[in-house]
């Protein structure tokens, strides 16, 4: 069965740190990019970071350069973001996704148009208090 469960979600107060981790079973995230979403309160969903699961190339939206980092765990079919230096404005519902690796083959970088990613994960809240 296919599944994406996102974990690691909570409160933190600002300048603090969380790892959100998002685990697939039923595929492998080999052949796939892995995104990472967040949608606030009266926002729409936006794209954070992606990583390629074929070569690990990465991609981070400007407003968490140097504050997140998308890595792969080794041997394991599991995607982590380790968020540092949150902020208030981190604060949303954190999602996990995935998009074939056929569909990146004609984009610029790991991160798709949401249109594209098939499967998601159910959300994480991530509240970063000032």
């Known amino acids: 069965q296919v599944q994406i469960v996102e974990s690691g979600g909570g409160l933190v107060q600002s300048g603090g740190s969380l790892r959100l981790s998002c685990a697939a079973t039923?595929?492998?995230?080999?052949?796939?990019?892995i995104g990472w979403f967040r949608q606030a309160p009266g926002k729409e969903r936006e794209g954070v970071s992606c990583i390629d699961g074929r070569d690990g190339s990465t991609y981070y939206t400007d407003s968490v350069k140097g504050r997140f980092t998308i890595s792969r765990e080794n041997g394991k079919n599991t995607v982590n973001l380790q968020m540092s230096s949150l902020k208030p404005e981190d604060t949303a519902v954190y999602y996990c996704?995935?998009?074939?690796?056929?569909?990146?083959?004609?984009?610029?970088?790991?991160?798709?148009?949401?249109?594209?990613?098939?499967?998601w994960g159910q959300g994480t809240q991530v509240t970063v208090s000032s």
């Open positions: 039923g595929f492998s995230l080999d052949y796939y990019g």
């Open positions: 996704a995935t998009v074939p690796w056929v569909v990146l083959t004609t984009q610029p970088s790991c991160m798709a148009d949401e249109s594209d990613y098939d499967y």
